[in-house]
């Protein structure tokens, strides 16, 4: 049965969806593994990176969430099938509050499919509610992507609690498996305070057994090639192959794949 991770920030723009389109990507290129993306965001951005025009599907996840039906897998987008959303899942919030068993809807649809796959990676809408919550309970273990500015790592850090406590509460076996730093410019004092604060937070929760093996992942760089190669519905390596993102990003890859 293939792991599930959630790349969850409750702060968006941190590059949650291109993290997970990317590391899907090498996962499955690099390692072989059989990948599969689920876009839980109504923003639609992974399924738009992936190549799709959200609007125009017919299914999305939003089916087997509110109507039980089988996940509307699309195969091999970018070496990853993918399971795809539009802004229709936006009204999944209010419509599931009244069901049972609310918060396991997510898993309940991707057992389904879990034993096709090495590993799912959940692309998690930046909030902290029904959705993100199916993902805490759908997940094994969490990734964390913080915007290496200070704001948005003091919003993050302060959030983290309360993450947590919710995530124990639905999912007491979710395991944090670490947290990576994007849009990281090591010429700004800025940035390079705000890594060091990322590094000492993590550090100080190797008390608590969810965080014991959490990983602080190599910083990705702030670049534009990101954004262009979103652009062209393509991961960083096929766009740009000599990018510095990239040898973190295989680094990120290659622990990851030592968690399935």
Known sequence: MSQVIALFNMSGGVGKSTLTMNLGYHLAEDFGKNVLLVDIDPQASLTTFMGLAPFELEKTIYQSLLHREPPPIIPELKKCDLIPSNIFLAQAELQLSSELRREYKLADALAKV?????????????????????????????????????????????????????????????????????????????????????????????????????????????????????????????????????????????SLEGLL
């Open 114 to 254: 879990r034993d096709d796959y090495d590993v799912i990676l959940l692309d998690c809408p930046p909030s902290l509610g029904l959705l993100s919550v199916n993902c805490l309970v759908a997940a094994t273990y969490l990734l964390i992507p913080i915007q290496t500015e200070y704001k948005s790592v003091e919003a993050t850090i302060n959030l983290l609690q309360t993450t947590y406590e919710i995530a124990q509460e639905v999912n007491p076996s979710l395991l944090v498996a670490g947290t990576v730093p994007t849009m990281y410019d090591e010429r700004t004092s800025q940035a390079r305070r705000a890594l060091q604060t990322i590094q000492e937070v993590f550090g100080g929760l190797r008390d608590n057994l969810s965080f014991r093996d959490a990983i602080v992942f190599p910083a990705i760089p702030r670049r534009t090639d990101f954004a262009n190669a979103a652009a062209e519905h393509l991961p960083l390596v096929s766009y740009a192959p000599r990018h510095a993102a990239i040898k973190p990003l295989r680094a990120i890859a290659s």
